[in-house]
């Protein structure tokens, strides 16, 4: 047994493992934030570093960027992000949302911030600490600074929700290459397939939606015309598997398409109609 970290006696707080696997964050507003590494092949967890704020907070949350480089907490009234590859990271962090006064639908019920979770499109979604109809989200989290887009309240539910949010377990994971006790090792030798698919196809809107095989590495999505023009570029996060794209002006006509990693490649076609 391992005794690490802050004693903790509440249970308005969120803990999150990052993407990869190798770091542990856990935020509560009355033990603020303890963050550490953490090693897979031991269990072991190292490398504490404890940060306070100077905030009121009564509830909170907290989680990782897609890359696992960016970390953010919510702290009732504020959104606080981190560089996770800055030198001194206590000393990298901004506030990058400040809440609003929103209430959803109405007073009392306060889009306050609180848990955190990072989804299959890339982005954080940000609940709220009352029984509200909105969440919140994070559109752009691995950009440092104002630019990641905290977007208050903007994800409407249509039906109450109330202290909690989906839990969406890492099942991408896979193995640790050069780990010898990893035993997820297998996961390796699958084909490294993207089974890419798009929809609605043909595409009589303004957008498309794909799919794609989930790995470690972030991308690039072209759209070209018959000519091989590209029409749009795209980026593709890391550890996510599905991506809303909002098409450029299109005239009809069959377009085609290319879908990069580092270590992978796809083409595509699709079909654009009048509406």
């Not at 039906?159 to 909690?164: D, H, I, K, R």
């Not at 193995?175 to 043909?202: M, R, W």
């Amino acid at each position: 047994m391992q005794y690490i970290g802050t004693s903790r006696d509440n249970y308005f707080g969120q803990c999150d493992f990052s993407p990869d696997g190798k770091r542990f964050a856990y935020y509560d507003h009355s033990g603020d934030l303890d963050l550490m590494d953490f090693d897979r092949c031991q269990g072991i967890f190292s490398n504490l570093t404890h940060i306070d704020f100077n905030d009121s907070a009564g509830c909170g949350g907290v989680a990782f960027s897609p890359s696992s480089n960016v970390l953010y907490v919510s702290s009732m009234k504020f959104i606080y992000q981190f560089d996770l590859l800055a030198a001194n990271i206590p000393l990298s962090q901004t506030t990058v949302a400040v809440w609003d006064g929103y209430y959803s639908p109405q007073f009392p019920n306060a889009t306050l911030f609180s848990l955190c979770q990072f989804a299959p499109d890339g982005k954080i979604y940000i609940s709220c600490g009352n029984e509200t109809m909105d969440y919140h989200v994070i559109n752009s989290p691995e950009i440092i600074g104002l630019n990641c887009d905290v977007c208050q309240h903007c994800v409407n539910m249509q039906a109450y929700s109330s202290f909690t949010i989906p839990n969406y377990p890492n099942y991408f994971l896979g193995a640790e290459i050069g780990s010898s006790c990893d035993t997820l090792t297998q996961v390796e030798s699958l084909p490294n397939s993207l089974n890419f698919k798009i929809y609605p196809n043909p595409v009589t809107t303004n957008w498309i939606a794909c799919t794609y095989s989930t790995t470690s590495e972030e991308g690039e999505k072209k759209i070209l015309n018959v000519d091989g023009k590209v029409m749009a570029n795209y980026s593709i996060p890391a550890w996510t598997h599905i991506k809303h794209l909002n098409l450029p002006n299109l005239i009809n006509g069959i377009y085609s398409g290319t879908l990069k990693t580092k270590n992978s490649f796809c083409t595509f076609k699709f079909i654009k109609v009048k509406e």
